[in-house]
């Protein structure tokens, strides 16, 4: 399971104090745009979710038409169908909150590094790879990256001839989890389910009367940005410096599909969906933030949004692929660059968003 890291947060008693110092003068108390919290659920994390099962749905597809007739074409149509599902997984980790995070949907679907020594013996084994035997596995045994090592190999040198009658029964497994866990957690978000009202609902609902969970907007607020600061952090300090300072392709994320850097820019993207309330992939926008932030400090929204693309464009700089780029001291400055990229937008949210929306 991937180590997450705390954002650094100014406390709430601290925030009445930034108020009348912040970029748009003397502030009213709390934040009130109730229209930003909901169009976030519903133009940002609903659409979101509702593509990721979409993908992965046709990912369970691709792969068993793999299973059926492996071929060169069958498995190029697999790994696409992989990198897609892939974008909208990876652009919703600015908003790991909720159900994602309560019923764990986040390391059964996302955890890493692949434990291949444990892979090996389950394909040696003589197991049926029932739904309840593939539950019952460790998590680094399945999820997006088990599957992108059977679908890729090392360094994207997987042929079809390489797969073997197990991997692909496995595989299929794997991806018939992988929508399961996908549709419960959009499910999750739109639907009642087993008593529990919609995450949609509770947190839209922020503020009213017996919301336990959100019990003013600000602290709906609070979580969007925990969220938007928090995949900076990671990003900064998580999956581009463990990988970097410690010179170890091991610890690459997505390192099998060569698909790392794309997985840090939209990491990037789902801060800028956060923030503008639109999914360009989901053809979703709402009231964002953004919105909210330009009304009392329109230089500061432009800031915000100019920093976004440099951190992404900055990642994008980065020599590919990046298990690579780690050990090439050519690539150090791109590396370090993006990381330097992506902190200053990091302390733009912390110091000086985070005051002017929760005051």
């Known amino acids: 399971m991937r180590v997450r890291f705390a954002p650094l947060l100014i406390p709430l008693t601290v925030l009445g104090t930034l108020g009348c110092s912040s970029p748009g003068g003397e502030l009213p108390p709390g934040f009130e745009d109730r229209q930003v919290v909901i169009d976030f659920a519903d133009q940002v994390v609903v659409p979101t979710y509702r593509l990721l099962a979409t993908r992965v749905g046709a990912l369970r597809s691709a792969v068993e038409a793999l299973a059926a007739n492996p071929s060169p074409d069958t498995l190029s149509a697999a790994q696409g169908a992989w990198l897609a599902a892939r974008q909208p997984w990876e652009q919703s980790e600015g908003f790991l909150f909720g159900p994602v995070d309560s019923f764990g949907y986040d390391p059964a679907m996302d955890s890493w590094p692949v434990n291949r020594t444990d892979l090996d013996a389950v394909l040696a084994s003589g197991a049926s790879f029932t739904p309840e035997y593939i539950g019952n596995l460790q998590e680094t045994q399945k999820g997006f990256h088990t599957l992108e090592y059977l679908l890729f190999g090392v360094d994207r040198t997987r042929v079809a001839a390489d797969l073997g009658a197990r991997e692909l ?30 995450f949609r609902d509770v947190l839209a609902g922020a503020g009213q009367p017996g919301n336990t969970s959100y019990p003013s907007l600000t602290a709906a607020a609070q979580e969007i940005l925990d969220g938007m600061i928090g995949i900076c952090d990671e990003v900064a300090n998580g999956k581009l410096a463990d990988p970097y300072d410690a010179h170890d392709a091991a610890l690459v994320e997505s390192q099998f599909a060569a698909n790392s850097l794309a997985d840090f820019q939209d990491n990037l993207r789902s801060v800028e969906n956060a923030y503008t309330a639109s999914v360009p992939a989901a053809a979703s926008s709402g009231r964002g933030l953004s919105a909210h932030v330009a009304t ?55 110091r000086d968003v985070q005051p002017l929306v929760l005051r």
């Open 169 to 198: 029964m496995y595989a299929t497994a794997l991806a018939a989890e992988l929508t399961t866990v996908a549709t419960a957690l959009a499910a999750r978000w739109t639907d009642s389910v087993e008593g529990r009202p919609p």
């Open 296 to 350: 009392l400090a329109p230089e500061l929204d432009a800031r915000v949004r100019r920093e976004i693309q440099d951190a992404i464009a900055a990642i994008g700089a980065i020599p590919p692929p990046f298990r690579d780029a780690i050990k090439t001291p050519t690539s150090y400055d791109e590396i370090e660059a993006a990381q330097a990229a992506i902190r200053r937008l990091q302390r733009t949210l912390e």
